[in-house]
């Protein structure tokens, strides 16, 4: 289970850091990653990190955010800077388990004002 937070309001040029805590070990999740949803949007990509520490962004995020992984606390970490009105969406952690599957987390919403 994964439980995302850390969503909020905040206004343009501001910060957010986002949270996924994960009900058990982290350890052998091959990819973690974060997605995010605008209203009447798909759901894209934002950013992966693998077991290894492997990082990907998407071209929009490069720069700006920052994802990381604490195996020892179970924890996705997402840290968001110079945030965008465009920003604005809901963000959802991601975890895929090559013998598994994917799971979801339930989602927190990013608010950017301008």
């Known amino acids: 289970q994964l439980q995302a937070s850390g969503g909020g309001l905040v206004q343009a040029g501001g910060s957010l850091r986002l949270s996924c805590a994960a009900s058990?070990?982290?350890?052998?999740?091959?990819?973690m990653g974060w997605y995010r949803q605008a209203p009447g949007k798909q759901r894209d990509l934002v950013a992966t990190?693998?077991?290894?520490?492997?990082?990907n962004y998407v071209e929009f995020v490069k720069g700006r955010f920052t994802i990381s992984r604490d195996d020892a606390k179970n924890t996705l970490c997402l840290q968001m800077d110079s945030l965008k009105p465009e920003d604005t969406a809901v963000y959802y952690c991601?975890?895929?388990?090559?013998?598994?599957?994917?799971?979801w987390g339930q989602g927190t919403l990013v608010t950017v004002s301008s």
């Open positions: 991601n975890a895929f388990i090559l013998t598994k599957g994917s799971y």
């Open positions: 058990g070990s982290i350890s052998s999740i091959n990819v």
């Open positions: 990190i693998t077991w290894s520490g492997s990082t």
